[in-house]
Nanobody, 127 residues
């Protein structure tokens, strides 16, 4: 019932920008968070950013602070990740996931707390 679909990935040169979208459906409660995670080849999934739907509080991991911005359009049930000043180290499959309750959205980004995931969208940043 709960579904997440990511889109917006692609190939971009270093210094460029991409805007990822996470479309959510099937939610019957409001107290949840949406997080963006990424996984590069040979690495574990790591948190990037998350937003608490109940108060719109946002969190970012250190490598993306100042470069990425998370936002939401509640009318469209969509969360966005605006990525700027991209570097090759940002190359990964990006996933959005849900976490309940929303306070579990934090800068710790514990992967195990997130219950539902989208299929992922590939982001490749060339040198």
């Amino acid at each position: 019932e709960m579904q997440l679909v990511e889109s917006g990935g692609g190939l971009v040169q270093a210094g460029g920008s991409l805007r990822l979208s996470c479309s959510a459906s099937g939610f019957t409660i409001d107290d949840y968070g949406i997080g963006w995670f990424r996984q590069a080849p040979g690495k574990e999934r790591e948190g990037v950013s998350c937003i608490r739907r109940i108060d719109n509080t946002t969190y970012y991991s250190e490598p993306v602070k100042g470069r990425f911005t998370i936002s939401s359009d509640n009318a469209k049930n969509t969360v966005y990740l605006q990525m700027t000043s991209l570097i090759p180290e940002d190359t990964a499959v990006y996933y959005c996931g849900t976490v309940i309750p929303s306070r579990f959205c934090s800068e710790t980004f514990y992967v195990s707390l997130y219950d539902y995931w989208g299929q992922g969208t590939q982001v490749t940043v060339s040198s």
